[in-house]
């Protein structure tokens, strides 16, 4: 599996979007950023995080991801899924998260929020 450090203060989408598989991303304490479910596309199976990979946080009073507001819900959405996991279109044996808080505070006074939607046969 290969490892991958996230600095603090930075937008996870493009380090997720690079590596879909058989990846831990480690996260330091501090704040981070995600588009939410929204921001991966098709190309990514609508996943935030591929099968087989972990994100790891160095405490859930330590580590912090938020949504960045950089992706606007498609016309017509009835929710907004803030962090997905696995895969929705094949197979997806393990994804782990750990280790930090969900903040999907204010996102939307107008739509459903769900923090955290995994499609995965097994979960940490």
């Given at each position: 599996?290969?490892?991958?450090?996230?600095?603090?203060?930075?937008?996870?989408?493009?380090y997720?979007?690079?590596?879909?598989?058989?990846?831990?991303?480690?996260?330091?304490?501090?704040?981070?950023?995600?588009?939410?479910?929204?921001?991966?596309?098709?190309?990514?199976?609508?996943?935030?995080?591929?099968?087989?990979?972990?994100?790891?946080?160095?405490?859930?009073?330590?580590?912090?991801?938020?949504?960045?507001?950089?992706?606007?819900?498609?016309?017509?959405?009835?929710?907004?899924?803030?962090?997905?996991?696995g895969?929705?279109s094949g197979?997806?044996?393990?994804?782990a998260i750990?280790?930090?808080?969900?903040n999907?505070?204010g996102?939307?006074?107008?739509?459903?929020?769900?923090?955290?939607?995994?499609?995965?046969?097994?979960?940490?």
């Amino acid at each position: 599996m290969t490892t991958i450090q996230i600095p603090p203060g930075t937008n996870i989408d493009p380090y997720l979007k690079a590596h879909r598989n058989d990846t831990r991303f480690v996260l330091a304490p501090g704040y981070y950023t995600i588009g939410t479910g929204w921001a991966f596309d098709r190309d990514h199976d609508h996943c935030s995080l591929g099968p087989g990979c972990e994100l790891v946080g160095a405490g859930s009073r330590e580590t912090t991801l938020s949504p960045s507001f950089a992706t606007e819900p498609p016309e017509g959405a009835k929710q907004i899924e803030f962090f997905t996991a696995g895969s929705r279109s094949g197979q997806c044996d393990y994804v782990a998260i750990r280790g930090l808080t969900i903040n999907a505070g204010g996102m939307s006074d107008d739509l459903g929020i769900i923090g955290l939607h995994v499609w995965s046969d097994r979960v940490d």
